[in-house]
Every structure is written in structure tokens, then in C-alpha cells.
């Protein structure tokens, strides 16, 4: 019986950080596989997303800004709306320019919200981050929670901490993980719907051919930033997730560009960028392969340093989770030379009213 | 004067800011010549200024183990560029030669890739740690210090910062001797200025795209080594760190604008170092912690209000 917990424990943390990450390929999909925008910043708008949702709803600190206890959806909501800002402002500056000029800002920009986290130690604590983060579901066990309204209409402080007593140790972990799941499928429902709307005929127009699009009249520049700007706030939305998942961020090694970043493009371009369905299938596979290959290198060199037992197996293991990225690396190349549309490349989807 | 504004100013502003101008310039003429030439941002550029810095300290340990000389970091360097190079061929043959007809944000996605592949290797093979490149404290050379004191403007300069600036110089006249006399230099330029037409006029494109390589290879190993001179030690993300100061110097410049991407590189150092020095009252003018923001603003500002750079490169 444990045992049986134990795994649909690691099912269920596969789907919850999978999610996360199809929520970040969902947002990627808006900017590259609606309107051919090529950002390389991911890490950086998430960790805005994170950081605004983590300020808002922690508890007091003489470390770092907070202690405003707002409602949690509230604070999501503002993580998205500065997020967007952000990629407004990036938008205004390089979208009239040729992609790579976008991707060098993006990934400043990225680089420039990681030294503000950083250096900003007042507001953010600086390099060691933030701590005690509200998860959904879980935060209700939180003493702050449950002695305000709603939850004390119900039941009061001590009512309150004896039914959380009566609860096993994760019964959070499936709300949490079907909240996730329910936010990815409502994302998902509200792209399909924009794909198949005029403004995503007129964005699949733009991409396909900026010139033309533009001789029909059509606001080229206005459309991308639309596209860029919605596909930021849906990677916030991603980082106030991911910060409660985590509970604990900080600037460097949370949202490191090379894990965060990457791991989002592998996952889009192998599922298949402008493809929704597609976006999250990569997300849920990439993140499968990625967190079972660390279980595997791991349990393996385990079985090798009991062999050998004068080999010092940790100095591998740290060796060999960087391997594990050259190999990822490797298989998108792979993946953009032989399979540049991906698992499910994109579909147009027939307008209704006309027959083919 | 000097001993109140002159003496801190040049020694602990200009002079490192002077050194870090070359550094950025020498890995910017490689970024400015690949754009140009074939037309799309290299994002691997830094990691292979980084591997570079890396095969270089591999040369220096085994030649003192093995035969117990030790080499200087410039001699060292010279097996590190040839396989600087022939890691940049290797890389374009395989990763970047598929996508010649394909949009260019394919290879710019595959760049993307190519730094995290190449970053990762060098994480498993060296590990993460920083590595001691030049042991020891530098100290400021006696006869300029002594010379420069006589006059009563003490500088002090150490012996690297020679190297670095002087290895710099150097670069820079032969590769105008090859940019301007040979060839392949003028061929080089033909092609960033039009690739059709160099074709048709007989120019082998291809091999153009190799000296491309070779010579921003070259000037990739040269700015890593010099960067690990300078800093004494290497960091596996000292090349990420170099990236964003180059691709801004290469902007600044004008893309496909070498001796522009020279000029970009000395004022993002400048502005670097210059940035924090008490202009205004005491403290300094902007924190310390946000000057690797310096190149970004700059490159933004350019973008905003002249995208061609200060020397009209070619604008995509």
C-alpha cells in the first residue's frame, strides 16, 4: 500500500511539474508557433512571474518585501499583467527588427531581471531568494489562512488544525496537480479557439508572409506585440505555478536559463511548434525522459559505486547530469534537422462553412 | 591633481576598463563577421571563447606534468585555436550547414542548442568548478611604475594587461592586412556584402564561410585567453557572461563592421568600468552589482534610435 502511494506520489509530481512546463510551451507556442517570435528569454519572464506571486502572498519577512497576504488568484493575475508589461516594453523596442535582434534582447532581458532579483536585496533578498512560499490547496494549513474569512466562517482555529491532522501528509499533492492541470486545459482551450478566430488566421498570415500581410492592411508590428504580450503572461502565469510548486526560488539556480529555457524549446519543437496539442504532449514527454534519465543515471552509478567501492560516485553524478544535457542538446538538433514540424506538426484547422 | 582624481581614475577605471574594451572587441569581430557573413547570430560564439580558455589551461597543465615546461597562456593558446577552429568547422559542417537555405531563426535555434551543448561538455569533462588559469597576484610592473612615478602620474599596469592590450593590437593590423590585401579577406567582404553577387562573380562561398571560421575562431580563443589572463581563473559561464557585452559591441559597431565591432567593444568596456566610478558625489554612479547592465542599455538605446550602429553596418 505504500509502495502503491509512493508511485502515484512520483505519478503525480510527474504531471505537476510536467504541466508547469506545458503551460510554459503553451505560452511559448503564442510567440514562435503563432507569430514566428524567437524568444529566448523564458526563464527570465517566468521568474518575473514567480517573484511578483511569491511578494505578494508571504508572510511578513525581515528579509524581503512582503506580508501583503493578498488573494491568491489575485496575485497570479498581477504576475501575468507584469509580466506582459515587460514584454511590451521588449516588444516596442525590437519587433519591428529581424528574429535575432529579438533573441539577443530576450535573452538580456533575461539577464537583466536576474541582476535586478539579485542586487535588489531589500525588495528580493537577493541571491537567497525567497522561502515559504503559499502553495494552492496546501496553503490552507497555514495558520494565516485559517483563521481568516472564508475558512473561520466554517470552523474555527482549532476545528481547523485537528481536520488537517486527520488528513494524510499529501492530500494536497492531487488538488494541486489537478489545479494545474485544470489551468493547462483551460489555456489550451483558449488558444485553440484564438488559432481558429480571424486574429489567428491573421496571425498563421503574418508569419507566413509578413509582406503580403502587410500590402492587405493588416497591422504587422501591432499583431506581434499582441502575440508576444500574451504569450509572456501566460509564461508568468507558468512562474507563479512554478514558484509554488517550488516554495523556495531564487535567482541563479531556479531559473537558469540553460535548463528552464532550453528544456521549454526542446519540448515545443519536439511536440511541434503551432500545434497546442502538440506544445503539451512535449512538454509531458520531455519532462518524463528528463526527470526518469536523472532516476536511471542515478540508481545506475549507485550500482556502480557499490562495484567499485574507491570510486567517489558523487563527483560522477554531477558530471553525468551535465552529460545528460549535452545529450538533450544533441537530440534537438536532431529533432530541428529531421523532424523540423515536430511529434504533431501544425493542422490548420478548415474554416466552418466551406467545403473542400 | 593626480594624486586626488588622476591616479584612481586611470588605475582602477580606465585602464581595466581599456582591457575588458579588448576582450569584448576581439570576441564582437567574430559575432560582426558571422552575422554578416552568414547571416544570423551566433549564440555558441561565447561557450567557444570559453572552451578556448579551457583547451588553453589543458596545454599549460600537461606540458608542466609531462615535460615540466611551462608555457606562457599565449604559447599555450596556440593548440587551443586550432582546435577552436576546427570545433567551429565541425560545428557548421554538422549543426549549422543543414539550415543554409532554411530561415535563418532555424540556425539561430540550433546556435541556441550548440552553446548548451558545448557549455554542458565542458561542465562534464572539466567540471563545474573554476579552475586556477594564472596563480599568483599580479603585480603592476616595476619599470613603468618607476618611470611613470618620476613624472608624478604613478601607473600601474600589470605585466598582463601589456599582453592583453598589445595581443590585441597585433590581431587587429593583421586582420586588416587580411581584410584589406589578401583575397580571401577581400572575398570575406564581398560575400557580407552581397552573397549572390560574389557568387556569380566566382567567389567560392564555402570556403569563405571556413575563413570566416578560422578567423572568428581565432579571435574567439584570443578574447578567452586574454579573459583568462585578466580574471586568472575560468569559469564555465565566463563565455554566457561575454555574450550579451559582444553581441551589443558588434551592434554598436554596425554588423559586418570589424573594425565598428573594435570600436563597440572599447566603449561597452569603457562605459563598463566608467560606469561605476563616483561622478557624481561619493558613491559610485550606478551599483556595482547591475554593470554587466551597462552593455544591455547601450544596445537597446542603438536599437531604438540607430539599429545599423555608429559605423552604418548592414541591418537585417
Not at chain 2, 206 to 220: M, Q, R, S, Y
Request: overall charge positive; aromatic content about 12%; glycine content about 10%.
Amino acid at each position: 500500500m505504500d509502495m502503491l502511494i509512493g508511485y502515484s506520489l512520483y505519478a503525480i509530481s510527474l504531471l505537476t511539474v510536467g504541466g508547469i512546463y506545458a503551460i510554459l510551451a503553451l505560452g511559448l507556442n503564442i510567440q514562435w508557433g503563432y507569430a514566428g517570435l524567437f524568444n529566448v528569454g523564458i526563464a527570465g519572464f517566468a521568474a518575473i512571474g514567480a517573484y511578483t506571486f511569491a511578494l505578494m502572498t508571504t508572510a511578513p519577512s525581515s528579509y524581503h518585501f512582503g506580508g501583503l497576504d493578498l488573494p491568491l488568484p489575485l496575485a497570479i493575475f498581477c504576475a501575468m499583467i507584469l509580466s506582459g508589461l515587460v514584454a511590451f516594453f521588449i516588444g516596442l523596442i525590437c519587433i519591428r527588427l529581424r528574429s535575432d535582434y529579438l533573441a539577443i534582447s530576450t535573452i538580456g532581458i533575461a539577464e537583466i531581471i536576474k541582476l535586478f532579483l539579485k542586487n535588489e536585496t531589500e525588495l528580493t533578498n537577493g541571491p537567497r531568494g525567497i522561502n515559504k512560499i503559499p502553495r494552492v490547496w496546501e496553503h490552507l494549513t497555514e495558520e494565516r489562512f485559517y483563521t481568516k474569512s472564508p475558512m473561520s466562517w466554517f470552523n474555527d482555529a482549532q476545528g481547523w488544525e485537528q481536520f488537517f491532522d486527520s488528513l494524510p501528509i499529501w492530500w494536497w499533492q492531487p488538488f494541486f496537480c489537478a489545479t494545474i492541470l485544470l489551468i493547462v486545459y483551460v489555456i489550451y482551450k483558449l488558444l485553440e479557439t484564438a488559432q481558429r478566430s480571424p486574429w489567428g488566421r491573421m496571425m498563421t498570415a503574418i508569419r507566413e508572409n509578413e509582406n503580403a500581410a502587410h500590402a492587405a492592411g493588416k497591422d504587422v508590428t501591432r499583431r506581434r506585440i499582441e502575440a508576444f504580450v500574451i504569450g509572456a503572461m501566460v509564461m508568468g502565469l507558468a512562474g507563479a505555478v512554478l514558484s509554488q510548486h517550488l516554495r523556495l526560488i531564487d535567482p541563479t539556480n531556479t531559473f537558469d536559463p540553460s535548463k528552464m529555457t532550453f528544456l521549454v524549446w526542446v519540448m515545443l519543437i519536439a511536440g511541434g511548434s503551432g500545434n497546442n496539442r502538440g506544445a503539451i504532449f512535449g512538454a509531458f514527454l520531455v519532462w518524463t525522459i528528463w526527470s526518469a534519465s536523472e532516476i536511471f543515471i542515478n540508481s545506475g552509478l549507485h550500482i556502480f559505486g557499490e562495484m567499485i567501492s574507491s570510486m567517489d560516485i558523487s563527483l560522477l553524478k554531477t558530471r553525468a547530469g551535465y552529460l545528460r544535457m549535452v545529450v538533450i542538446g544533441l537530440l534537438l538538433q536532431y529533432i530541428l534537422q529531421k523532424y523540423p514540424d515536430g511529434i504533431m506538426p501544425e493542422s490548420r484547422p478548415v474554416p466552418s462553412g466551406i467545403k473542400l | 591633481m593626480w594624486e586626488t582624481f588622476g591616479f584612481e581614475f586611470v588605475n582602477f577605471y580606465l585602464i581595466p576598463g581599456l582591457v575588458l574594451g579588448c576582450i569584448y572587441a576581439l570576441g564582437a569581430i567574430g559575432i560582426t563577421l558571422t552575422f554578416s557573413i552568414l547571416r544570423f547570430a551566433n549564440f555558441a560564439h561565447g561557450e567557444v571563447m570559453m572552451i578556448g580558455g579551457y583547451f588553453t589551461w589543458t596545454a599549460m597543465v600537461l606540458s608542466n606534468d609531462l615535460f615540466g615546461i611551462p608555457l606562457h597562456p599565449i604559447i599555450a593558446a596556440i593548440p587551443a585555436v586550432m582546435l577552436a577552429i576546427a570545433l567551429f568547422i565541425l560545428v557548421d559542417r554538422y549543426f549549422y550547414k543543414p539550415f543554409r537555405s532554411a530561415p535563418a531563426i532555424r540556425v539561430v535555434m540550433a546556435s541556441f542548442g550548440m552553446m548548451l551543448v558545448i557549455r554542458s561538455f565542458v561542465q562534464a569533462v572539466w567540471g563545474p568548478n573554476q579552475l586556477t588559469f594564472v596563480p599568483g597576484i599580479a603585480k603592476p610592473n616595476e619599470l613603468v611604475k618607476n618611470l611613470t612615478a618620476s613624472v608624478d602620474m604613478m601607473i600601474l599596469v600589470p605585466n598582463k594587461h601589456f599582453w592583453i592590450i598589445a595581443g590585441t593590437i597585433v590581431i587587429m593590423l593583421a586582420l586588416s592586412w587580411l581584410l584589406t590585401k589578401t583575397k580571401i579577406g577581400k572575398g570575406m567582404r564581398a560575400v557580407s556584402d552581397s552573397p549572390e553577387l560574389a557568387k556569380v562573380s566566382g567567389i567560392d562561398v564555402e570556403v569563405i564561410v571556413k575563413a570566416t571560421w578560422c578567423v572568428g575562431g581565432f579571435c574567439a580563443v584570443a578574447a578567452g585567453v586574454f579573459l583568462a589572463m585578466d580574471l586568472q581563473m575560468l569559469e564555465t559561464t565566463m563565455g554566457f557572461r561575454m555574450l550579451l557585452p559582444m553581441f551589443a559591441a558588434a551592434i554598436l559597431g554596425g554588423i559586418g563592421r570589424p573594425f565598428g565591432a573594435v570600436v563597440g567593444g572599447l566603449v561597452i568596456g569603457l562605459a563598463e568600468e566608467l560606469s561605476v566610478y563616483p561622478w557624481l558625489g561619493d558613491g559610485s554612479l550606478i551599483s556595482p552589482g547591475y554593470k554587466t547592465g551597462v552593455a544591455f542599455t547601450i544596445m537597446v538605446i542603438m536599437l531604438v534610435v540607430r539599429p545599423s550602429g555608429l559605423f552604418k553596418g548592414r541591418l537585417f
